[in-house]
């Protein structure tokens, strides 16, 4: 009967470290969900708060439109308006180093058909890169 006994324990070890391993994969697989679940979600709000800073400079862009579009007909557009190539032209600040660049034609007739040649987000400062390791080199 004593064979027996041990031949059962033997028999227990085997499944326990099974589950033993089973559990420890569920939680590690757990936390990389969870993980990956705060990046996608940091990577959301990030691009929500994008998307709403262009709607915001889009309709600065739209107030911008409208002003050309009225004093067109008279003829006064100050500064935003370069007579030699018929464009008024203005860069509208956002976040991150970025502006709405509106640029719209005015024929010099004044008809009131203004042409909209370009209205995009551009970078307003040089991204760099930081190409610096810190790698070992060896000891002198």
């Not at 227990?12 to 705060?38: E, R």
């Not at 860069?91 to 034609?105: D, F, G, V």
Request: hydrophobic share 35%.
């Amino acid at each position: 009967m004593a064979k027996q006994e041990i031949g059962y324990r033997a028999n227990m070890g085997t499944p326990t470290l099974i589950l033993i391993f089973m559990i420890l994969c569920l939680v590690t697989f757990g936390m990389l969900s969870l993980s990956t679940a705060k990046s996608e979600w940091n990577l959301a709000q990030r691009n929500a708060d994008s998307v709403a800073e262009y709607y915001r400079a889009d309709k600065e862009g739209e107030v911008f439109y409208q002003m050309v579009l009225q004093n067109s007909h008279s003829g006064n557009l100050g500064d935003y308006y370069d007579s030699q190539t018929g464009i008024a032209s203005t860069q509208i600040p956002m976040k991150r180093s970025q502006s709405l660049s509106i640029k719209l034609h005015v024929p010099p007739d004044q008809s009131g058909k203004i042409e909209i040649s370009q209205w995009k987000v551009i970078q307003t400062e040089d991204y760099e890169i930081d190409q610096s390791l810190p790698v070992f080199k060896g000891g002198n």
